[in-house]
């Protein structure tokens, strides 16, 4: 009997192949399971450098309230792979991973199929034999030769472009912005979120070219008041077709308001209700399962749970935090992170706010070292201390800090994932 563990000890050495940039194999993959993404319902496709698992998670969550079935494939996963595949907020059944992997394993092995082409493939299938009435589908890297590209969206949404994965998509944002303008498509809306002025130039001339119409965000919305506290977004915005007041979301930092602003664009484009839409912003963590960005997991100390893995993303973060600056004492950060990933420009903005470092090195082959990232530290003349894992450098961190500080907990989905054992219920006022 083919077991979930035996999917699992298949599907994760394919990671050998590494990452592999075309559509050949993806879209032979596709015909033997006899076309599943021509058959998810409606498709929202959605791509970017930072926000856009944020964004596809808030489309879900107002679909879900709206009621439609609603597919959800993101990545990468915290705890558990299937997380990535969700219908209706339920992660895919363990025995429906095995069923398919069983089913795909001579193919995959005859193609040289990577990881992420047979996840996408098993997502598309499930998504299809369960009836989804609706799919969000998150682009895993750049769009055009993305595995996920195979898929006829009705709306394609592009989250603000920045500097990621240069070795494949370009060193610079242009040539980033036009592997992400792949996904457009003839006949599908696109819905940009706020880009810089090289990027937004390369995605209208694209969505020029594909004949696709057009919507720009941030031009026909305005975000009015809003209070913010560390857990909590309190905000009003007045779009082309009405004024929402007093909208609430768990989702409470800074750059989360242009990803609230894309999905409620998105969503009056699929004409979901203001209740919905309202519902949605307020119940997304328990319609989607999103966790870890910038979440709430403890009060005393106040403890973060992030996966800005990137400059920018980190950048991102270090802005939410100084909006709250009088909210804590001193910060402690817990961080870890890839090979492929600038950690010196990561740790350089997080000290522009950190009191200390507590560096860990995430259980995967393609992290950093604690060790290294020490002696970078110094280099930078930061604080910094190198312990053996996640949990260590937690606990360290967590026996410094008195109840007026906040830990930070950053740099990597992987590291997110080790850390979330500690804290397993989302809560806004936990105290573990």
Wanted: aromatic share 8%; glycine share 6%; proline share 3%.
């Amino acid at each position: 009997m083919f077991t979930y563990q035996d999917a699992i000890d298949f599907l994760f050495p394919l990671h050998r192949f590494g990452m592999k940039m075309g559509l050949e194999t993806m879209e032979t993959l596709c015909k033997a399971l006899g076309n599943p993404e021509r058959k998810m319902g409606k498709v929202i496709h959605v791509a970017g450098t930072n926000g856009k698992g944020s964004t596809s998670a808030l489309l879900a969550s107002i679909a879900k309230e709206s009621g439609e079935k609603v597919a959800l494939y993101t990545s990468p996963h915290l705890i558990d792979f299937t997380e990535r595949i969700r219908l209706n907020s339920l992660p895919i059944p363990q025995e429906a991973v095995a069923e398919y992997t069983r089913f795909l394993r001579p193919l995959a092995e005859s193609t040289g199929a990577t990881f992420f082409e047979v996840t996408t493939a098993i997502a598309f299938k499930y998504f299809a034999d369960s009836n989804a009435t609706l799919s969000v589908i998150e682009v895993g890297m750049g769009g055009r030769l993305d595995a996920t590209n195979v898929v006829q969206p009705n709306v394609c949404i592009i989250t603000p472009i920045g500097l990621d994965h240069t070795e494949w998509l370009g060193n610079d944002i242009p040539t980033i912005a036009l592997e992400k303008a792949g996904i457009i498509k003839q006949g599908a809306r696109t819905i940009l979120s706020h880009q810089t002025l090289d990027a937004m130039e390369v995605l209208t001339r694209a969505a020029k070219e594909k004949k696709s119409k057009l919507t720009i965000a941030p031009s026909i919305t305005r975000i009015g008041s809003a209070t913010s506290s560390i857990g909590k977004l309190r905000f009003h915005l007045h779009s082309a077709r009405q004024s929402y007041y007093g909208l609430e979301t768990p989702l409470w930092a800074e750059y989360q308001r242009e990803n609230v602003r894309t999905a409620i664009v998105a969503a009056e484009y699929l004409n979901f209700s203001e209740s919905a839409i309202r519902n949605g912003l307020l119940n997304i963590i328990e319609n989607t399962g999103l966790r870890a960005r910038l979440e709430v997991v403890s009060r005393r100390p106040l403890i973060l749970l992030d996966v800005s893995h990137n400059p920018h993303g980190i950048e991102a973060t270090v802005e939410a935090l100084n909006k709250h600056r009088k909210e804590f004492e001193n910060l402690f950060v817990v961080f870890g992170a890839m090979q492929d990933k600038d950690a010196k420009s990561m740790l350089m903005k997080l000290g522009e706010l950190a009191s200390r470092f507590f560096f860990a090195t995430p259980q995967t082959e393609r992290a950093l070292s604690a060790a290294y990232l020490e002696n970078l530290s110094h280099e930078l003349q930061l604080n910094g201390t190198a312990f053996t894992s996640t949990d260590e450098a937690i606990s360290a961190a967590k026996s410094l800090a008195n109840a007026s500080d906040l830990i930070l907990i950053t740099g990597s989905f992987y590291l997110a994932g080790e850390a979330i054992n500690r804290f397993p219920i989302a809560h806004q006022n936990a105290s573990a």
